[in-house]
Structures are given as C-alpha cells and as structure tokens.
C-alpha cells in the first residue's frame, strides 16, 4: 500500500469525529424540519398556529413531498459507516508498537510540528521522520491484512480530503 493512501486514511480518521458533529446536525435538522410537532410558544405560553386547518397532515405530506425518510435514512448510513472506519482504522493504529503509534498520533492526528515531536522523543528530527515513513509502511501492511474493503475505505479517504 502506498504511503500516501495511508496518510490519506489518517487523515481520513482525524476528520472523521467533524464529519461525526456534521452528519448528527443534519440528521437534527430534517427531524425538527419535518418530523416535530411542537412548535415555537407566544408570549403566554401557549402555543398559537398561524394558520387554521390539518398541520399535522400539511408536515407529513411536505416530509413526504421531500423525501425526509430517505434523507434521514442516508445520513444513519452515513453515520454507521464513519462509526465503522473510525473503528477500523484505530483498531489498526492500536496494533502497531508504541513509537509509530505516537509518531502517527503526534504527526498526522494531532499534527505536532517535527521539533515537538524530536523533543518528546529526545531523538533527532531525521530520525522521528524515518520511524514515520517506517509506521507508515507499517500501518500499510497492517491495513491490508485485516481490512476486508480496503480499496472502499481507501476510497472514501481520498474522497474525505
């Protein structure tokens, strides 16, 4: 596996909890949209319609008319998939010794710049950028053995960019 579709997969698992946030908002959104029947209180407390007639029918058929259903049904697919990768992808991260693991962590997820990471180890810069290219590699490795879709997952990555 190369290098950089591995970065884009980490990459890929730092954004994932931001796409997590946006996905759950959304999915907020279109069930206050269509889907609650409670709606804003005047000044008295009680709740008044602006209009006479069936708002309970009117929201079904606009949600109908909008295919809320659907929308509500992509994003909890959505959801479970990045729930899932973010899964995978540790799990696999966590497979791996100590040192690439931190130097993944460090660099790629919470992107310490190379003099933080030289200090947390005591080793020289060369050196941390090596063990990086080398858990990279790892991680590679790691990935194609105990991923079933990898080139979905790799997919989706590059897509996440």
Not at 3 to 30: C, F, G, S
Not at 105 to 114: C, Q
Request: hydrophobic share 35%; proline share 3%; with cysteine.
């Amino acid at each position: 596996m190369e290098r950089d579709d591995v970065r884009a997969v980490v990459q890929y698992y730092r954004n994932i909890p931001d796409m997590l946030k946006y996905e759950w908002q959304e999915r907020e959104r279109i069930e206050d949209e269509y889907y609650n029947g409670l709606k804003s209180k005047g000044e008295d407390g009680m709740p008044h319609g602006a209009s006479v007639g069936r708002p309970t029918e009117r929201a079904g058929l606009k949600a109908a008319q909008d295919n809320a259903a659907r929308q509500l049904e992509r994003s909890k697919i959505r959801i479970k998939m990045l729930e899932t990768d973010a899964e995978i992808i540790k799990g696999c991260i966590e497979d791996m010794n100590g040192k690439y693991k931190r130097v993944i962590s460090w660099k790629l997820i919470h992107e310490y710049s190379w003099g933080k990471i030289s200090v947390k180890f005591e080793r020289p810069e060369s050196t941390c950028r090596y063990w990086l290219d080398l858990a990279l590699d790892r991680l590679g490795e790691i990935l194609e053995n105990d991923v079933v879709m990898l080139p979905e997952l790799i997919e989706r990555a590059s897509r996440a960019r």
